[in-house]
Structures are given as C-alpha cells and as structure tokens.
Nanobody
Framework: QVQLVESGGGLVQPGGSLRLSCAAS????????MAWYRQAPGKQRELVATITSSSTTDYNDSVKGRFTISRDNAKNTVYLEMNSLKPEDTAVYYCKATRISLGSYFQFWGQGTQVTVSS
C-alpha cells in the first residue's frame, strides 16, 4: 500500500514556474513507476509525464520542453518542475504510483493539487 500526498500547487502568472511534489509513504517506493496527470474543469484526466523505476522519463507533447519530472528515492518523492506556464496548464494535478507484481497490477492516486495560471 502506498499513500501519496501532492503539494506545491497555487496561483501563478503566465510565464511563471511552479514545482509540484508528491510524497509517498509506505515501503518500496523505488520500484514504483510514477506519473503526473492533470484534469481541467470539464475535461478528461490526461497524462502529463511519467518516470519509471529506472528513471526513464516521457512527456505529453503539450508540456515537452517546459516540464521536467524527476524522483528522489531517498526522500520517497517525485517532482514536477513546471516552467513557462500557460493558462491552459490550469488543472488539478494528480500523482500516481503503479507497479506489477506476480501478475497483479497495483495503482495508487494522490488527492490532487490545484494549479491555476492566470494574470
């Protein structure tokens, strides 16, 4: 079992930056693949960025070159550094942890943190 708690959201002007954190409790954080999702009002939740247990990363095309996902296994934390923010980045951002063990798929979600990009 993994509990995830996101933090770092807030109100920022267009062109600004934020760093989101997702702190995980429980054991074996390093073996989980981690991801950030976001959901804007009236829209479906979409994948923003992923980082595997071996730290391979991937990004939604809409955030490539602006967002960076990283992890610190010693701190059981995954980060999302967001630069050059745009109004369309406004959403609730969620952290997800996944792993496959003995043929079973496990996934855990955080409660989300609001990011609002507005002047």
């Amino acid at each position: 079992q993994v509990q995830l708690v996101e933090s770092g959201g807030g109100l920022v002007q267009p062109g600004g930056s934020l760093r989101l954190s997702c702190a995980a409790s429980g054991s074996m954080f390093s073996i989980y693949n981690m991801a950030w999702y976001r959901q804007a009002p009236g829209k479906q939740r979409e994948l923003v960025a992923t980082i595997t247990s071996s730290s391979t990363t991937d990004y939604n095309d809409s955030v490539k070159g602006r967002f960076t996902i990283s992890r610190d296994n010693a701190k059981n934390t995954v980060y999302l550094e967001m630069n050059s923010l745009k109004p369309e980045d406004t959403a609730v951002y969620y952290c997800k942890a996944t792993r496959i063990s003995l043929g079973s798929y496990f996934q855990f979600w955080g409660q989300g943190t609001q990011v609002t990009v507005s002047s």
